[in-house]
Structures are given as C-alpha cells and as structure tokens.
T-cell receptor
C-alpha cells in the first residue's frame, strides 16, 4: 500500500521568507506524487505533480518540489511567502489500484505573518 | 476555479437519516471520485465511478453508495447517518485517458450530523 506523511501539521512563516513543507512517501514502486492546496471555502487546487520525469518540479504561484528517491521525500518549497499562500497544503500519492485513487497526507496548515 | 459543481453547499441532518449529495462533472470528464474530509484531516477516498460503474472503493461501509448518470453527473448517498459522518464531502472529476492522476475538485458539501 502507498502512503504519505506530512511531517508538520502547522507551519508559520513571515511574509517574504522561504516556505518549506515536508512530505515523506511510502511506495513499493515508483510513485506519482502531487501537491494540492486548499483555500477556505474553495476546492482543492493542483500545485504541481511528479510523474517520473524531472526530479525538480515547478508548479504554480512560485512553488516547486524535489523528488528524492533515496530519502523517499517530496518536499514543497517557495522562496518568498505571500499572504495569499495562507492555506492548507496536501501531499498526495496516486495508488496504482483500480480507479487510481488519490491518497492524501494529513495536511499542513500554513500561516503567513505580515 | 474548476468546472465541477456540488450541491448543496451545506446540509444538516440528524442521526439515522439518509442524505443525497450531488456533483456535476467538468465538461468532457467521464470519471468521478468522491472523498470524505473530516475536520483537520486529509480527504479520504470513498469510491470512483467510470461510465456509470463503480471502479474502485475505499474503506467505507456499504451504507455509502453512489450513482453516475449518462451525462456523467453523480450522486453520493449515505444511509443511517452517524455522528462521525459529519465532514466535507468532495467530488472530483477526471478523464480516463487524460492527464494521469489529474483530478478536478469541486468546492465540497459540508454535512453536519446532529
């Protein structure tokens, strides 16, 4: 079975400073990994995805993530946080079972201080 | 914003009642998945429908059931509601044969069971 673990339930950063959201995955074979963002009262939005091409993946809104097989990690970063980045972020792995279901981590809530 | 819509946005029911949630898929999508997101947790896969047939199910009891219609809209039905069924229910549509693992989420229906 595949799973993801988000290592921080809450992250607080100041506006203009870097953001790091940590995710470790467990998979018996090469996974496909995603980061989704959820703003209050809005649907989940895809930030970026890794599907065995380049290990450094660039997404929307200045976010990027690096797939490290040796560390089974897929951490999300942004060089400079903006107030609009305050949201809940989910690391997601896709399961190669019937239906290709998405398996979500527990989420990391990001607070951005002015 | 995706083209996935859900109704109603909020719903209050009492224990033992039955509820039906509705989802309209994004145009051109033939697959719909339903997720349950309890407060403070990541979404959990309930089931997926492809061309009106169930195509994968998560660890949810049979009182959670669904339908997909020829126009690819979908319903989630929950019988004998329990307090723990209180959650945000998310619908996601995708296209079989389209971008792998890419799902488009609706804003969700928040169900409260009293």
């Amino acid at each position: 079975a595949q799973s993801v673990t988000q290592l921080d339930s809450h992250v607080s950063v100041s506006e203009g400073t870097p953001v790091l959201l940590r995710c470790n995955y467990s998979s018996s074979y090469s996974p496909s990994l995603f980061w989704y963002v959820q703003h209050p009262n809005k649907g989940l939005q895809l930030l970026l995805k890794y599907t065995s091409a380049a290990t450094l993946v660039k997404g929307i809104n200045g976010f990027e993530a690096e797939f490290k097989k040796s560390e089974t990690s897929f951490h999300l970063t942004k060089p400079s946080a903006h107030m609009s980045d305050a949201a809940e972020y989910f690391c997601v792995v896709i399961a190669m079972t019937a239906g290709n279901k998405l398996t979500f981590g527990g989420g990391t809530r990001v607070l951005v201080k002015p | 914003e995706t083209g996935v819509t859900q109704s109603p946005t909020h719903l209050i029911k009492t224990r033992g009642q039955q509820v039906t949630l509705r989802c309209s898929s994004q145009s051109g999508h033939n697959t719909v998945s339903w997720y349950q997101q309890a407060l403070g947790q990541g979404p959990q896969f309930i089931f997926q429908y492809y061309r009106e047939e169930e195509n994968g199910r998560g660890n949810f009891p049979p009182r959670f059931s669904g339908l997909q219609f020829p126009n690819y809209s979908s319903e989630l039905n929950v019988n004998a509601l329990e307090l723990d069924d209180s959650a945000l229910y998310l619908c996601a549509s995708s296209s079989r044969g389209g971008e792998y693992g890419r799902e488009y989420f609706g804003p969700g229906t928040r169900l409260t069971v009293l």
